[in-house]
């Protein structure tokens, strides 16, 4: 029987973990599931202490994209709920990073429904970073499609820090869950925005019906690309996709993929994503034993936990909310914890789940 604790001094060591012991991860019980996680937490603590870095979503351009993405509300190729509408103005997307900055996000992520970055679109966002950059302390992500190099130039020299595009699934499996790009696309997006000097965001979906191969595949070759920020988003199937009728994942095995991710990227900027509130349920706070850090105010089309109830999970668990603080002498101070942690209260509640499950959250980015 594999030794979780021998698993975490080897990732905190930078040794390799190999394929049969991440897939033990995945395959062991529940009755280990508490043992998993303290190993687990072992590592996010040598790395990211207690502290835990919250991300705000904009949706600035809604709907009507052109890619199949069989598991995207917003896709044109399939008839759902998500609203519509074009790309959002300057100060609408400045207006979102200030109430992200109210939010206590470490992270403002702007995202557009696309293939890939118009021109238009890319003057908008270059400009509304341009403007935040000057005004908020808050470090930005973009998630705004395929690249090119030029783009991805124009973006970095605007003051983008990270920039999202997930590999999504398996390289072997990816087929199955969109048609309009490759996978190699995907990668080929990801290498540019490091080449461009931006940080990489890159993760998954676990629950579209892939194999536990596929789940394995997709965490070593986020490995191997050595991506900064990993969102670890879990199914919630959406109304009109081809996958809309798939059951979520138990919140056991959620928290078994959260476990392997930090296991095999002890580093990272690890994410409980998209599904978090509707498929973790009432085993959310243990998410933050191998996770540091979440989205909260919801998703691209659906909302989630409000920021105040994330706040409380966050300061009950007895961790520390860390932001980015004033500028000095033109730069950033390193971040820093915006609160000290609170002792635990049995008392206080996340929510009702069946409140959650009635506001479900997509899974999409």
Known sequence: MISWNELADRSIAGAPIDRAEARAVLDSSDDELLALLDAAFRVRRTFHGKRVRIHVLQNAKSGACPEDCKFCSQSSSYETPAEVYPMQTVEQIVDGARRAKRAKAWKYCIVTATRGPSRHDLDVVCEA??????????TICTSLGILTPEKAKRLKEAGVDRFNHNLETSERYYPEIVGTHTYADRVATVKMAKA?????????????????DDVLDLAFALRELAVESTPVNFLDPRPGTPLG???RLAPQQCLRVLALFRFLLPRTDLRAAGGREV??????????????????????????AAPSADHQMIRDMGFTIEEVHARASGGEDPPRPSSEAQPPRAEARQGDPAQLERRAVASED
């Open 279 to 304: 498929t973790l349920r009432w085993l959310q706070p243990l998410a933050l034993y191998a996770v540091n850090s979440i989205f909260t105010s919801g998703y691209l089309t659906t909302p989630g």
């Open 245 to 247: 009728d798939r059951p």
């Open 196 to 212: 461009a000097g931006m940080e990489a965001c890159c993760g998954g979906i676990v629950g579209m019906g892939e194999s536990t």
């Open 129 to 138: 970073v341009r403007r935040i950059k000057s005004e908020i302390d808050i």
